[in-house]
């Protein structure tokens, strides 16, 4: 997308603010990536951090367009560094392959189109809710 004849001047990077932007769609599977501490660039060096690079599709009042974030601005739309997203989708993913039995209804409402979870109990012996691995790696990092 060109951003000419957005009032931009000069050999300076164009700068675009529409009066208001929705967010119709992110990428979450690759968010981010490991970047050296001290200049931000990707690398693998010994000790790097993980940054942002979130994609997302943005939508005007007459387009939509994708949208790079990189670590400032995703972590003030977040609220938290891309390592602790990061862990945050870990523990979701403690989730997949989880055998469980499911109590199902047909949906109730017009237009509605998956089936409703009316119960759900899981079947491992020693089973945690995800919620208690977040406390559990939050009770590690914060102490």
């Known amino acids: 997308?060109?951003?000419a004849g957005c009032g931009s001047g000069g050999g300076a990077a164009a700068t675009w603010t529409p009066p208001y932007c929705t967010i119709v769609a992110a990428e979450t599977s690759d968010f981010s990536y490991?970047?050296?501490p001290t200049c931000g660039r990707a690398c693998g060096?010994?000790?790097p951090a993980r940054a942002y690079r979130l994609l997302l599709s943005v939508a005007t009042h007459d387009r939509v367009f994708p949208v790079v974030l990189f670590d400032r601005a995703a972590r003030a739309l977040l609220g938290c560094s891309a390592d602790e997203l990061a862990r945050l989708f870990a523990?979701?993913?403690a989730l997949h392959g989880e055998m469980c039995r499911l109590?199902?209804?047909e949906p109730t409402k017009d237009g509605a189109e998956?089936?409703?979870a009316v119960s759900v109990v899981p079947l491992r012996d020693g089973f945690r809710p995800v919620v208690d691995t977040l406390r559990t790696l939050y009770s590690r990092a914060g102490g």
């Open 34 to 36: 490991l970047s050296c």
């Open 45 to 47: 060096g010994p000790a």
């Open 1 to 3: 997308m060109s951003l």
């Open 114 to 116: 998956h089936l409703r």
């Open 91 to 93: 523990a979701a993913d």
């Open 103 to 105: 109590a199902l209804r």
